[in-house]
C-alpha cells in the first residue's frame, strides 16, 4: 500500500490524561466515563474519538460509493456506536453498530450502498474478523 497521509497525535497520562495532534488542530482532555469507573464530565475518551473518526469515515465511504454508483447522497449521515466491555479472557474488546442514513435513496439502493461502502471504508477494513460491527440502513426522516 501506498501511504498518501499519516496522522500522528501523543498521548499523555492514559484515559485520564490528553491527547495532542502533531499539527495542533486536534488537542483533547480524556477521562474514564461513569459508566468504566471513572469521573466522567466534560472531557472525552478514546472510544468517542474512535466513533467520530469511524462515522466520518464511513459516511464519506457511503458518498464515494454512491457517486461511483451514480446514485445521490445528499442529507447522508452515520452515527457509529462504541461500545467497550471485557471480553472474557482478561482484556477489554469493542463493539461498533453504524447507523446510516440516506434520506433520498430507497431502501434497497440505500441497504446496496452502505454494503459497499463497508468494503470501502478504511475503518471497517481495519477492524473486520476483530471487531464486531453492526452497520444498521435507519430510514429517512418524514419530511415535515
Known amino acids: ?6 496522522a500522528e497525535a501523543t498521548a499523555h497520562g492514559g484515559r485520564e ?3 495532542r ?19 466522567g464530565g466534560p472531557a ?4 468517542q474519538l474512535f466513533a467520530a473518526g469511524y462515522a466520518a469515515c464511513f459516511e ?8 461511483r454508483m451514480k446514485l445521490p447522497a445528499n442529507g447522508a449521515s452515520v452515527t457509529a456506536l462504541v461500545g467497550i466491555g471485557p471480553d472474557g479472557s482478561g482484556g477489554y474488546g469493542l463493539t461498533v453498530a453504524l447507523h446510516a442514513r ?3 435513496l430507497d431502501r434497497d439502493q440505500a441497504e446496496r450502498v452502505v454494503a459497499k461502502a463497508h468494503g470501502v ?5 481495519a477492524v473486520r474478523g476483530n471487531v464486531e460491527v453492526t452497520v444498521v440502513v435507519d430510514p429517512a426522516p418524514d419530511v415535515i
Open 1 to 6: 500500500m501506498k501511504v498518501l497521509y499519516t
Open 17 to 19: 490524561g490528553r491527547v
Open 21 to 39: 495532534s502533531s499539527d495542533g488542530a486536534l488537542v483533547a482532555d480524556l477521562a474514564i466515563p461513569k459508566e468504566l469507573g471513572g469521573p
Open 44 to 47: 472525552t475518551n478514546p472510544e
Open 60 to 67: 464519506n465511504a457511503m458518498r464515494l460509493t454512491a457517486r
Open 102 to 104: 440516506l434520506p433520498d
Open 121 to 125: 471504508c478504511p475503518y471497517s477494513n
